[in-house]
């Protein structure tokens, strides 16, 4: 199963329009994130950009704001 085919099951799963996935979005911010944290911290700051997104955050002023986060972390070790 490929990325996209992964997205769309998942969205048709979820009642959610693969459209609005940002898969994107998602990817860079998880590689910032994990590249200049812990790795475990990917995963979960995804979560939390849905948690965000889901109570009306926009979804890329969030991750910029979590990437800018993320890359600080990385300058403080």
Do not use: Y
């Amino acid at each position: 199963m490929t990325l996209d085919e992964w997205v769309r099951a998942a969205c048709t799963e979820l009642g959610i329009a693969p459209a609005e996935a940002q898969v994107s979005l998602v990817l860079d911010l998880a590689r910032d994130v994990a590249h200049n944290t812990v790795r475990p911290a990917a995963p979960v700051t995804a979560f939390l950009l849905g948690l965000a997104v889901g109570r009306g955050a926009d979804a890329q002023e969030a991750a910029a704001r979590l990437t800018v986060l993320a890359k600080a972390q990385a300058a403080d070790r």
